[in-house]
């Protein structure tokens, strides 16, 4: 059984500062998306991931992904409050088989 | 384009009805898959489909029934709903491999 695991599960921070969230998975896959779920709403694709040293940035996020290691990242740099929400990382097992993360929820705090 | 929908939004049932949630997508994409989000936990795969006509179990598929007779209409039935299967549901679709998924808005179920 895949168990995807995301740290820290909750994060608070000031505006400004930069902190990384990260995602370990236990078996073997090199596809991984990052999504993000503001309160009571839907899922929002951020980024897809489909190999190793794959590196990719929207603003001021920032995903990579480390197959070897079984380790995604999501970098934020100089956060702000619009970046509040809950980020999921999902690993892509191959078969149409997604296994999610359990959510890092992101507090910004002016 | 409204992308993904389901209905219906919100619904409250009585241990052992039944009920049919409803997933539709206007982007013709091939793959659709109907997951569900508890407190605490990250989304889990219910069942998926590849394709019209076919369907398949994702992790947790026991309760629930799917079908998918036209290519944007993706049905997640349950027979007889029991309170653990209090839940958002979510339908998601997908254009084909390594791309992201589309999610919709969700359906709150609450089984009482």
């Known amino acids: 059984e895949l168990k995807v695991e995301q740290n820290p599960l909750f994060l608070s921070m000031q505006e400004g500062k930069n902190y990384t969230i990260y995602c370990n998975y236990s078996t073997t896959s090199d596809r991984l998306y990052w999504y993000r779920q503001d309160p009571g709403k839907s899922l929002e694709s951020l980024f897809v991931l489909l190999s190793n040293g794959a590196v990719k940035q929207e603003g001021r996020l920032m995903a990579s992904l480390d197959t070897k290691a079984r380790l995604s990242t999501l970098h934020i740099t100089a956060a702000v409050h619009d970046l509040s929400a809950t980020y999921f990382c999902?690993?892509?097992?191959?078969?149409?088989?997604?296994?999610f993360g359990t959510g890092t929820s992101l507090t910004v705090i002016p | 384009n409204a992308g993904v929908t389901q209905t219906p939004k919100f619904r409250v049932l009585k241990t052992g009805q039944s009920m049919t949630l409803l997933c539709a997508q206007d982007?013709?994409?091939?793959?659709m898959y109907w997951y569900r989000q508890d407190p605490g936990m990250g989304l889990r795969l219910i069942h998926y489909?590849?394709?019209?006509?076919?369907?398949a179990k994702g992790e947790v598929p026991d309760g629930y029934n799917v079908s998918r007779l036209k290519k944007q209409n993706f049905l997640l039935g349950l027979e007889s709903a029991a309170p653990s299967q209090t839940s958002v549901y979510f339908c998601?679709?997908?254009?084909?491999?390594?791309?992201?998924?589309?999610f919709g808005p969700g359906t709150r179920l609450t089984v009482t």
């Open positions: 982007m013709n994409h091939e793959y």
């Open positions: 998601a679709s997908q254009i084909g491999r390594f791309r992201e998924q589309y």
């Open positions: 999902a690993v892509d097992l191959g078969g149409n088989q997604f296994y």
């Open positions: 489909s590849v394709g019209e006509g076919t369907t």
